[in-house]
């Protein structure tokens, strides 16, 4: 059976993980495959122990390089653990993020260049992309308020970065949409949480193929 791979991106913020997982309640019972929901930086466990180092706000004086590889570390493991296993399996697989959130954070955010991280992931995920991608829009000033209100001053070290750099990050997923723009739909994620999720299935449903569907 055909297997299908979907990620989730969007700015910090912007609730992807909330949609994902109400996107896959209502999109599961329609499945006739099986389905995997995974995450990055993470998904496996070396890939959640590099995570912790990432993520760790102890660690500014992490450099913008280092940050990149790690990135791309995490992510080849995940492949290599999670992803891949599961694409051979004939498996649905969701992921909250993947190398998308790189080109944009790093590439852009971190000034190292999208040619440049899009080589290392490249050789991380040995070219595998996702079918379809769903970026989930919304202003990083808004992302950054609702961190705030939700986290409660228990920002990781990303999250934690200046507004500044959340605005070149957002800089670089519109780069990112445009030069994918025919596997990346764009979601308004400014309205109400319902509204955001009934968009995502639909295009879900629409994208998958036929036959990983129930009649």
């Known amino acids: 059976m055909k297997s299908f791979f979907i990620s989730f991106e969007g700015p910090d913020g912007s609730g992807k993980s909330t949609v994902l997982e109400q996107v896959v309640a209502q999109i599961a019972p329609k499945l006739r495959a099986q389905y995997l929901v995974t995450r990055e930086p993470g998904g496996s466990k070396i890939a959640e122990q590099i995570r912790q180092f990432i993520l760790d706000p102890a660690n500014i004086a992490m450099s913008a390089k280092t940050e990149a590889l790690l990135y791309a570390a995490s992510r080849s493991q995940h492949m290599a653990e999670t992803i891949i296993p599961a694409l051979e399996k004939g498996q649905v ?45 919304v202003q990083p000033e808004v992302g950054l308020a609702r961190i705030a209100k939700d986290h409660g001053g228990q920002e990781d070290r990303l999250e934690q970065e200046k507004l500044s750099f959340h605005q070149k990050v957002y800089q670089g997923y519109q780069w990112v949409n445009q030069q994918y723009s025919d596997r990346i739909e764009v979601v308004n994620a400014n309205r ?4 955001v999720v009934a968009d995502c299935v639909k295009i879900v449903v629409n994208r998958l193929p036929k036959e990983l569907l129930k009649d």
């Open 93 to 137: 697989v969701f992921s909250d993020r993947f190398v998308d959130s790189s080109l944009a954070y790093q590439g852009v955010g971190r000034d190292l260049g999208i040619e440049a991280v899009k080589a290392i992931n490249d050789f991380a995920t040995s070219g595998i992309e996702p079918d379809v991608t769903i970026f989930l829009d």
């Open 192 to 195: 109400p949480l319902s509204k």
